[in-house]
């Protein structure tokens, strides 16, 4: 598994391409994972969220509904 601390973000970059875009059509138009009501998977989410945006920046406008995500956890 790649590390986030470690100088080669290339690895992570890599995992977060190849994953996120399938979590992110399965989110699709709703407000939270499980539909509209916040779940704990949420939260944790939320945090991968945040660990992603420190390895890639560009993440929200890449992925804008990660955005309004974000808001609304």
């Known amino acids: 598994m790649p590390c986030y601390m470690g100088s080669d973000k ?3 970059r890599q995992a ?3 994953k996120l875009p399938k979590i992110v ?3 699709g138009n709703n407000r939270f ?3 509209n009501e ?3 998977i949420d ?3 939320f945090e991968l969220i945040q660990l ?3 390895v890639q920046p ?3 406008q890449t992925y804008p509904t990660l955005a309004d995500y974000c808001r609304n956890v």
């Open 16 to 18: 977060i391409a190849s």
């Open 10 to 12: 290339g690895p992570i």
């Open 52 to 54: 992603m945006q420190h």
């Open 25 to 27: 059509e399965f989110l």
């Open 38 to 40: 916040v779940t704990y």
């Open 58 to 60: 560009s993440l929200f």
């Open 33 to 35: 994972l499980g539909g």
């Open 43 to 45: 939260f944790y989410f």
